[in-house]
């Protein structure tokens, strides 16, 4: 009788012990998975965040460099028909210099004849950026190998408009690629993340 009892009450405490081992596995598995999702979810939109945070601070500097060039655009002497397209080459040449990102600064005429500051010329009337222009566009276009340079670069343009507001001419600015790839390189998202930009 007492070893019925005994045996009887070691199959209970197996029973229940095994029942409490599951109970606590499962609700341990369960509470980690909820944890998984719940902090999945907060990377998830704090990368989203973090994404556009860094897209409006490269956005702001694309900005200022055409606020740059919309000044220059509205020089007196580029829009002077008895000044020669070399003149202004030059002249533009000058102004280049004053901003450390822009390694040239170039115009181009209505047939798409680009006047480069050593008296040589390059047409870009098949360029995106010439095409969208002439009709009023500002435009900022996909790394390329830029005709003036040789280089990889950004060109950012935008339209020469003379005294009546109708578009003589394209004013173009090459970024050489270092300059985005330098702001992309500073970017660091917690201790080893990076972001990176897809073009169009």
């Given at each position: 009788m ?9 199959k209970?405490?197996?029973i ?5 081992i599951?109970?606590?596995?499962t609700?341990?598995?369960l509470?980690?998975?909820i944890?998984?999702?719940a902090?999945?979810?907060?990377v ?6 973090k994404?556009?945070?860094i ?5 702001g ?5 055409f606020?740059?060039i ?6 007196p ?5 008895d ?6 080459a ?12 822009i390694s040239?600064?170039s115009i ?6 680009l006047?480069m500051?050593?008296d040589k ?5 098949d360029?995106?950026y ?7 566009h500002d435009?900022?276009?996909?790394p390329?190998?830029?005709r003036t340079t ?10 020469v408009?003379n005294?009546d507001?109708?578009?003589i ?9 270092t300059?985005?790839?330098?702001i992309i390189?500073?970017i660091?998202?917690g201790?080893t993340?990076?972001p ?5």
């Open positions: 007492n070893k019925h009892r005994f045996s009887i009450r070691i209970l405490l197996v229940f012990g095994l029942l409490l599951v109970s606590v596995s609700l341990a598995f509470s980690l998975n944890s998984k999702h902090v999945k979810e907060k998830e939109v704090h990368l989203k965040d994404a556009s945070e897209a409006e601070s490269i956005n500097n694309f900005r200022a460099i606020q740059f919309k000044g220059v655009a509205r020089s002497i580029l829009k002077a028909e000044v020669s397209w070399q003149e202004k030059r002249f533009l040449r000058s102004e280049a210099s004053f901003s450390d990102e040239y600064l181009v005429d209505m047939q798409g004849i006047y500051k050593d010329n390059v047409s870009v009337a360029r995106g010439f095409i969208s222009t002439k009709e009023g435009g900022l276009f996909d390329h190998i830029c040789g280089e990889i670069g950004i060109s950012f343009s935008v339209p408009r005294d507001n109708a578009i001419a394209v004013l173009i600015a090459d970024v050489n690629i300059w985005l790839m330098n390189k500073s660091i998202i201790k993340g990076y990176y930009i897809v073009s169009q």
